[in-house]
DNA sequence: GATAATAGGGAATGGTTGTTCCCGAATCAA
DNA sequence: TTGATTCGGGAACAACCATTCCCTATTATC
């Protein structure tokens, strides 16, 4: 079923929502109608489905990702870069489903709104909790700002997404030594 | 024309293009069908028109707002703030056709994807043409890399309004506070 | 003033969509 | 073996979509 749910997740990021017909479904994750139809109420709920698998998976992505930095500066680094990584290329111009649930789907559809909320609001506190440690071993200033920077490069990664679905070429080690500024 | 056009912006910003049906438009533009057919060849010459116009109405609001920068510096600072206030509130839930434009159709439709690309190479560019005058006139330092800052800032222009369409709130004074140690 | 040309409105149309319904095969119980 | 139940498959269906066609005013031309 996770095999099924992760090709639904290859074609919602790359169609979008709406341009996604069952057809498309059905062809992707080799079900017939019914049978999508018996395992999910509705095309909504496939999506809300698929987009939580993603949601999973990015999300172990970037926690091993920061998990290779030695402190809390560091593993920001990391995480950046592995951000700016998954932006780009073939994976990158697939796209993302979040940012794709995002504009798409968040003026139209409640229940998916609350959902990037959710994983946004995720996001950005993992990214103030990697801040704080940084500056409890002394690898981060004091003096910056949490929440407002955190804030920030939510914008950031979720603008690399945009940037990368449209096929311009991200240079991940220098991009990523720029927005360090921010931690200065 | 241009009143028509704008109010076919409105409705693509809000609902994207997939989820827009001709209904949608007309209703919109107060047109009937076949006058939407007899100004336009089909949907996507109609979106990328309103494309187009939406362009051109942001690329103004985006100039004067840095006009009102004394140097480079504060010129980069109006942007970005005249920038955070159009990715909040009922503008920013409507949402920006140029990256809604990239999330939905970049994959899918080359003419969008080169439209897209071009409007993000033309901002990319300004923003570079602010930070060379800033080190001109001594208000950035003349170590700022400026490619890879104005592609950054590219990524955090369109992050907010990946953001602000989500309705996460955006505080536009701390936002760019923080940004502007990029400029460092 | 008569006629041609244009512009706008909306009904008709063919194709596609999401969804439902029903059929046949396979699994399990007795 | 028989009967009941589940499961996957795909045809059928109603609604909606983008697009075309045709009709009616209005304007322009002579």
Redesign the interface.
């Known amino acids: 079923m996770d095999t099924a749910l992760d090709r639904a997740v290859r074609v919602f990021c ?3 929502y ?2 996604t017909s069952i057809g498309d479904l059905t062809a992707a994750m080799q079900l017939a109608t019914g049978s999508v139809y018996k395992a999910f109420r509705d095309k909504q709920a496939v999506f809300l489905a698929a987009f939580e698998r993603y949601a999973t998976v990015r999300r172990d992505q970037t926690r091993s990702a920061a998990a290779r930095g030695g402190n809390g500066r560091e593993r920001l680094r990391h995480m950046l870069l592995s951000y700016v990584e998954h932006s780009q290329g073939v994976e990158g ?3 993302c489903i979040v ?2 649930g ?3 789907l ?3 559809d409640p229940e998916v ?1 609350a959902r ?2 959710a994983q ?2 995720t996001n950005e506190t993992f990214i103030a909790g990697l801040i704080r440690e940084g500056q409890a071993d002394g690898s981060i200033p004091g003096h910056v ?1 949490v929440d ?2 955190a ?2 490069m ?10 990368g ?4 070429p ?2 991940g080690e ?2 990523v ?3 360090m ?2 931690l ?1």
């Open positions: 790359e169609r979008g709406h341009a111009r697939r796209g940012v794709g995002a504009v798409e968040s003026a139209l709104r990037v909320n946004l609001e700002e407002d920077t804030r920030l939510i914008c950031i990664t979720q603008g690399m997404r945009v940037v679905k449209a096929r311009l991200l240079d220098r991009l030594g720029v927005a500024k921010l200065a």
